[in-house]
């Protein structure tokens, strides 16, 4: 089974400011990571995603993540916010060998301040 | 917008009554995956359907059921609704059925149960 513990329920944060959101995550196989965004009444859409490869990955608006696999830890960053990235941010995982689910951590808020 | 469509975006019903979510992918999708966002439960895999056919399954209950029609959109049965069942509904497709590929999530149906 698999699980992904977002450590933080809400991170606010000063506009212009660096932003960490961290994911560790347990399983027993091989996971794909990802980073879903939700904005006010939307749907969600992808970040970024760690299949294999390097482990430092990025994304669309600025934010990278790095993937550690001895800590288990897919953690968001971005050096310098915007108010227009308040938003929930989840983290999910995907076992490699199965086509179905993905399995989210329960979401951060990201709450910007002018 | 993503090009997955859901309806209704809104549904306000009473307990014991039955709905119905409707899906549609992005052109060309095969894969429909449907899942349950809560306040108690977070965001959790339901089930996902591949050219038609059921082809994994998360926690969902046995009163919700759902189908992939020929023409590729899915429904989400919904019945003898409870109080618990009052959540968002998210719909996502991919292309192909494999664990890498990117899942796009239509808006969301906001079912409220009375």
């Known amino acids: 089974a698999q699980s992904v513990t977002q450590l933080d329920s809400q991170v606010p944060v000063f506009e212009e400011a660096p932003v960490e959101l961290r994911c560790n995550y347990s399983?027993?196989?091989?996971?794909?990571l990802f980073w879903y965004v939700q904005y006010p009444n939307q749907g969600l859409q992808l970040l970024l995603k760690?299949?294999?490869?390097?482990?430092l990955v990025k994304g669309i608006n600025g934010f990278e993540a790095e993937f550690n696999k001895s800590q288990t830890s897919f953690h968001l960053r971005k050096p310098s916010v915007h108010i227009s990235d308040t938003a929930e941010y989840f983290c999910?995982?995907?076992?490699?060998?199965?086509?179905?689910?993905?399995?989210f951590g329960q979401g951060t808020t990201l709450q910007v301040k002018p | 917008d993503s090009g997955v469509t859901q309806t209704p975006k809104h549904l306000i019903t009473a307990t014991g009554q039955r709905v119905t979510l409707r899906c549609s992918p992005r052109?060309?999708?095969?894969?429909v995956y449907w899942y349950q966002q809560s306040l108690d439960q977070g965001l959790q895999f339901l089930i996902q359907?591949?050219?038609?056919?059921?082809?994994a399954k998360g926690n969902i209950l046995e009163r919700f059921s759902a189908q992939q029609f020929p023409d590729l959109h899915s429904e989400l049965n919904l019945s003898s609704l409870e109080l618990g069942d009052s959540a968002l509904y998210f719909c996502?497709?991919?292309?192909?059925?494999?664990?890498?590929?990117?899942?796009?999530f239509g808006p969301g149906t906001r079912l409220t149960v009375l």
């Open positions: 996502a497709s991919s292309d192909r059925d494999s664990s890498y590929n990117e899942q796009f």
């Open positions: 399983s027993s196989v091989s996971v794909y």
């Open positions: 760690y299949l294999s490869g390097s482990t």
């Open positions: 999910a995982v995907r076992p490699t060998g199965n086509t179905g689910k993905l399995i």
């Open positions: 052109s060309g999708d095969l894969s």
């Open positions: 359907y591949y050219n038609g056919e059921e082809r």
